[in-house]
Protein backbone atom coordinates (compact mmCIF):
# COMPACT_ATOMS: atom_id res chain seq x y z
CA UNK A 1 0.00 0.00 0.00
CA UNK A 2 1.55 3.29 -1.49
CA UNK A 3 2.73 5.63 2.11
CA UNK A 4 1.67 8.69 1.06
CA UNK A 5 -1.76 7.35 -0.02
CA UNK A 6 -2.41 6.36 3.39
CA UNK A 7 -1.21 9.65 4.96
CA UNK A 8 -3.66 11.72 2.73
CA UNK A 9 -6.14 9.45 3.77
CA UNK A 10 -4.99 9.66 7.57
CA UNK A 11 -5.22 13.13 7.50
CA UNK A 12 -8.29 13.37 5.90
CA UNK A 13 -9.96 11.11 8.49
CA UNK A 14 -8.32 13.62 11.38
CA UNK A 15 -10.05 16.50 9.53
CA UNK A 16 -13.17 14.22 9.81
CA UNK A 17 -12.96 13.97 13.43
CA UNK A 18 -12.66 17.51 14.21
CA UNK A 19 -8.62 18.22 14.32
CA UNK A 20 -7.77 20.63 12.04
CA UNK A 21 -4.53 19.67 10.07
CA UNK A 22 -3.20 20.99 6.31
CA UNK A 23 -1.47 18.35 4.38
CA UNK A 24 2.03 20.15 3.16
CA UNK A 25 3.72 18.27 0.32
CA UNK A 26 7.42 19.01 0.27
CA UNK A 27 9.14 17.88 -3.01
CA UNK A 28 9.54 19.26 -6.58
CA UNK A 29 6.49 16.26 -7.56
CA UNK A 30 4.19 17.39 -5.20
CA UNK A 31 1.02 18.86 -7.42
CA UNK A 32 1.83 15.25 -9.61
CA UNK A 33 1.30 13.76 -6.38
CA UNK A 34 -1.79 15.26 -4.65
CA UNK A 35 -3.24 15.48 -8.51
CA UNK A 36 -2.84 11.71 -9.03
CA UNK A 37 -4.96 11.33 -5.24
CA UNK A 38 -7.76 13.52 -6.80
CA UNK A 39 -7.86 11.81 -10.46
CA UNK A 40 -7.52 8.19 -8.68
CA UNK A 41 -10.55 8.50 -6.15
CA UNK A 42 -12.50 10.89 -8.92
CA UNK A 43 -12.61 13.54 -6.36
CA UNK A 44 -12.59 17.56 -6.23
CA UNK A 45 -9.68 19.18 -4.24
CA UNK A 46 -7.95 22.41 -3.58
CA UNK A 47 -4.46 22.47 -3.98
CA UNK A 48 -2.10 25.96 -2.52
CA UNK A 49 0.74 26.07 -4.62
CA UNK A 50 1.69 30.33 -4.88
CA UNK A 51 4.49 32.37 -4.64
CA UNK A 52 3.73 33.00 -0.73
CA UNK A 53 3.50 29.87 1.44
CA UNK A 54 2.65 32.40 4.78
CA UNK A 55 -0.48 33.21 2.83
CA UNK A 56 -0.97 29.64 1.31
CA UNK A 57 -0.41 28.16 4.88
CA UNK A 58 -3.27 30.89 6.27
CA UNK A 59 -5.93 29.90 3.52
CA UNK A 60 -5.28 26.33 3.45
CA UNK A 61 -6.07 26.44 7.48
CA UNK A 62 -8.91 28.53 7.58
CA UNK A 63 -10.34 26.43 4.83
CA UNK A 64 -10.16 23.22 7.07
CA UNK A 65 -10.81 24.55 9.82
CA UNK A 66 -14.10 25.91 8.55
CA UNK A 67 -15.17 23.10 6.24
CA UNK A 68 -13.16 19.85 7.90
CA UNK A 69 -14.43 17.95 4.65
CA UNK A 70 -13.23 19.63 2.33
CA UNK A 71 -9.77 17.98 0.57
CA UNK A 72 -7.05 20.34 0.68
CA UNK A 73 -3.22 20.57 0.25
CA UNK A 74 -0.10 22.95 0.15
CA UNK A 75 2.57 21.72 -2.34
CA UNK A 76 6.19 23.77 -1.16
CA UNK A 77 9.73 22.68 -1.08
CA UNK A 78 12.03 22.36 1.29
CA UNK A 79 13.80 25.54 1.28
CA UNK A 80 10.38 27.34 1.39
CA UNK A 81 9.21 24.90 4.39
CA UNK A 82 12.18 26.11 6.24
CA UNK A 83 12.39 29.57 6.08
CA UNK A 84 8.56 29.69 7.03
CA UNK A 85 8.69 27.57 10.10
CA UNK A 86 12.14 29.53 10.99
CA UNK A 87 11.71 30.48 14.66
CA UNK A 88 7.78 29.97 14.80
CA UNK A 89 6.06 27.99 17.75
CA UNK A 90 2.34 29.37 16.85
CA UNK A 91 -0.86 27.28 15.83
CA UNK A 92 -0.09 27.48 12.22
CA UNK A 93 3.12 26.22 12.69
CA UNK A 94 1.75 22.98 14.73
CA UNK A 95 -1.29 22.22 12.00
CA UNK A 96 1.60 22.62 9.39
CA UNK A 97 4.09 19.78 11.51
CA UNK A 98 1.34 17.52 11.80
CA UNK A 99 0.08 17.38 8.44
CA UNK A 100 3.55 17.56 6.56
CA UNK A 101 4.74 14.89 4.40
CA UNK A 102 8.22 14.64 2.76
CA UNK A 103 7.65 12.96 -0.92
CA UNK A 104 10.37 10.40 -1.78
CA UNK A 105 12.29 11.08 -5.19
CA UNK A 106 10.05 10.79 -7.81
CA UNK A 107 9.63 6.92 -9.28
CA UNK A 108 7.35 5.27 -11.84
CA UNK A 109 3.50 5.42 -10.74
CA UNK A 110 3.36 1.41 -8.84
CA UNK A 111 1.54 -1.25 -10.71
CA UNK A 112 -1.37 -1.41 -8.68
CA UNK A 113 -1.86 2.60 -7.90
CA UNK A 114 -5.28 2.63 -9.30
CA UNK A 115 -8.81 4.06 -7.86
CA UNK A 116 -9.10 0.95 -5.67
CA UNK A 117 -5.81 0.82 -3.99
CA UNK A 118 -7.10 5.24 -3.48
CA UNK A 119 -10.30 3.77 -1.36
CA UNK A 120 -8.73 1.32 -0.28
CA UNK A 121 -6.50 3.56 2.11
CA UNK A 122 -9.14 5.72 3.34
CA UNK A 123 -11.26 2.97 4.33
CA UNK A 124 -8.22 1.02 6.09
CA UNK A 125 -6.81 3.83 8.18
CA UNK A 126 -10.57 4.77 9.10
CA UNK A 127 -11.39 1.34 10.48
CA UNK A 128 -7.64 1.36 12.12
CA UNK A 129 -8.41 4.86 13.75
CA UNK A 130 -11.82 3.76 15.41
CA UNK A 131 -11.29 1.79 18.30
CA UNK A 132 -14.93 -0.51 17.69
CA UNK A 133 -12.64 -1.60 14.32
CA UNK A 134 -9.31 -1.45 15.37
CA UNK A 135 -7.31 -4.35 14.30
CA UNK A 136 -10.07 -6.09 13.09
CA UNK A 137 -9.82 -6.23 9.29
CA UNK A 138 -6.75 -7.23 6.72
CA UNK A 139 -6.38 -5.27 3.09
CA UNK A 140 -6.76 -8.09 0.21
CA UNK A 141 -7.37 -11.15 2.15
CA UNK A 142 -7.93 -14.30 0.24
CA UNK A 143 -10.00 -17.07 1.08
CA UNK A 144 -9.59 -20.96 0.58
CA UNK A 145 -12.41 -20.79 -2.17
CA UNK A 146 -11.72 -20.36 -5.53
CA UNK A 147 -13.32 -17.46 -7.75
CA UNK A 148 -12.72 -17.94 -11.02
CA UNK A 149 -9.07 -19.13 -11.99
CA UNK A 150 -7.53 -17.70 -8.46
CA UNK A 151 -8.36 -17.87 -4.93
CA UNK A 152 -11.30 -15.02 -3.75
CA UNK A 153 -9.87 -12.07 -2.21
CA UNK A 154 -11.71 -9.51 -0.64
CA UNK A 155 -10.55 -5.83 -0.17
CA UNK A 156 -10.98 -5.37 3.55
CA UNK A 157 -11.71 -8.87 5.41
CA UNK A 158 -12.59 -9.12 9.26
CA UNK A 159 -12.36 -13.32 9.15
CA UNK A 160 -13.03 -13.47 12.81
CA UNK A 161 -16.14 -11.41 12.53
CA UNK A 162 -17.43 -12.65 9.16
CA UNK A 163 -17.65 -9.51 7.66
CA UNK A 164 -16.08 -8.63 3.96
CA UNK A 165 -16.10 -4.89 2.86
CA UNK A 166 -15.89 -4.74 -1.31
CA UNK A 167 -14.82 -1.15 -2.39
CA UNK A 168 -16.62 -0.21 -5.97
CA UNK A 169 -14.71 2.12 -8.47
CA UNK A 170 -17.38 4.21 -11.20
CA UNK A 171 -15.98 1.17 -13.75
CA UNK A 172 -18.58 -1.07 -11.44
CA UNK A 173 -22.00 0.30 -12.83
CA UNK A 174 -20.31 1.23 -16.42
CA UNK A 175 -19.37 -2.33 -17.21
CA UNK A 176 -22.41 -5.09 -17.30
CA UNK A 177 -19.93 -8.00 -17.27
CA UNK A 178 -17.86 -6.21 -13.88
CA UNK A 179 -21.50 -6.24 -12.51
CA UNK A 180 -22.59 -9.59 -13.41
CA UNK A 181 -19.11 -10.78 -11.49
CA UNK A 182 -19.42 -8.59 -8.57
CA UNK A 183 -22.61 -10.18 -7.92
CA UNK A 184 -21.42 -13.89 -8.44
CA UNK A 185 -18.47 -12.54 -6.08
CA UNK A 186 -21.51 -11.24 -3.02
CA UNK A 187 -23.14 -15.02 -3.54
CA UNK A 188 -19.79 -16.39 -2.69
CA UNK A 189 -18.79 -14.54 -0.10
CA UNK A 190 -22.35 -14.78 1.09
CA UNK A 191 -21.78 -19.02 0.76
CA UNK A 192 -18.55 -18.68 2.49
CA UNK A 193 -20.95 -17.19 5.82
CA UNK A 194 -19.65 -13.83 5.29
CA UNK A 195 -21.58 -10.14 6.05
CA UNK A 196 -20.79 -8.42 2.71
CA UNK A 197 -20.25 -4.12 2.71
CA UNK A 198 -19.83 -2.83 -1.19
CA UNK A 199 -18.75 0.62 -0.91
CA UNK A 200 -18.57 3.12 -3.61
CA UNK A 201 -15.03 4.17 -3.89
CA UNK A 202 -15.34 8.14 -3.90
CA UNK A 203 -17.53 7.60 -0.44
CA UNK A 204 -15.11 5.70 1.13
CA UNK A 205 -12.38 8.69 -0.19
CA UNK A 206 -14.31 11.51 0.90
CA UNK A 207 -15.91 10.60 4.10
CA UNK A 208 -15.98 7.21 5.51
CA UNK A 209 -17.66 7.91 8.41
CA UNK A 210 -21.31 6.31 7.03
CA UNK A 211 -19.55 3.14 6.01
CA UNK A 212 -17.58 2.49 9.13
CA UNK A 213 -21.30 3.01 10.77
CA UNK A 214 -21.97 0.02 8.53
CA UNK A 215 -19.53 -1.85 10.02
CA UNK A 216 -20.27 -0.92 13.42
CA UNK A 217 -23.76 -2.19 12.12
CA UNK A 218 -22.75 -5.26 10.81
CA UNK A 219 -20.69 -6.12 13.87
CA UNK A 220 -23.38 -5.66 16.51
CA UNK A 221 -25.32 -8.47 14.17
CA UNK A 222 -22.80 -10.88 13.99
CA UNK A 223 -22.35 -10.40 18.07
CA UNK A 224 -26.15 -10.42 18.71
CA UNK A 225 -26.25 -13.75 16.77
CA UNK A 226 -23.65 -16.02 17.77
Not at 181 to 192: F, G, I, N, P
Given at each position: MNEVMRRLARDQWVRLHGTPRVTV???SHARRVYLEWLELGRLAGRLYEGADLDQDVRSACAQVTETPSDLVAIATTRAQLDQWRRG???????????????????????????ARSAAEAALYEALQATPATTGRFVLNESLSVRFGPVACEVDLLARNDGIAIEIDGYRHFGDFDCYR????????????GLVVIRVLAEDAVSDPRPT???VCEALAYRQRTR
Open positions: LVGRTDRLAAMVNEGLIELAPPTPPAPNLDRDRRKDLLLQTQILQ
